[in-house]
């Protein structure tokens, strides 16, 4: 269903096949799914999900905050590995063609990005 991802990569470690879509069981939005991987395709670079979906104990372990969009359901949370200042730009661009700009950290090493409507809009740095 997805051109550049496999649902696995959204499972949290400690909960199999809760990267699947709420609609099949598991635990991401189908839609915020569909968006990253238009995403993926205008950036032209692999995302490699280091995080998405977090279950309240893994979260916790992880050192998420209490109330992290990871840990929600539906998921509309992901974080993306960059290594180099050319990937992120094409990375950034990207999420924001597609409309997952409204919530974004940005660190050396990777970019969150959620659609957490019941958060206010920001972009922050790590």
């Known amino acids: 269903m997805l051109k ?3 649902f696995e990569e959204f499972d949290s470690p400690d909960l199999k096949g809760s990267g699947l879509p709420v609609e099949d069981g598991g635990k991401m939005s189908l839609d915020f799914l569909h968006k990253l991987d238009e995403a993926r395709a205008i950036a032209g670079v692999p995302f490699k999900i280091t995080s998405a979906y977090r279950t309240e104990k893994h979260n916790l372990t ?21 290594k180099t200042s050319g990937d992120r730009t094409k990375i950034i661009n990207a999420l924001v063609k597609v409309g997952l700009s409204r919530r974004m950290g940005i660190a050396k090493n990777f970019i969150h990005t959620d659609d957490d409507k019941d958060k206010p809009a920001a972009i922050w740095l790590y």
């Open 4 to 6: 550049y991802f496999d």
């Open 62 to 82: 992880v050192g998420g905050r209490v109330g992290s969009s990871h840990a929600k359901t539906p998921c509309k949370a992901v974080d993306i590995f960059c």
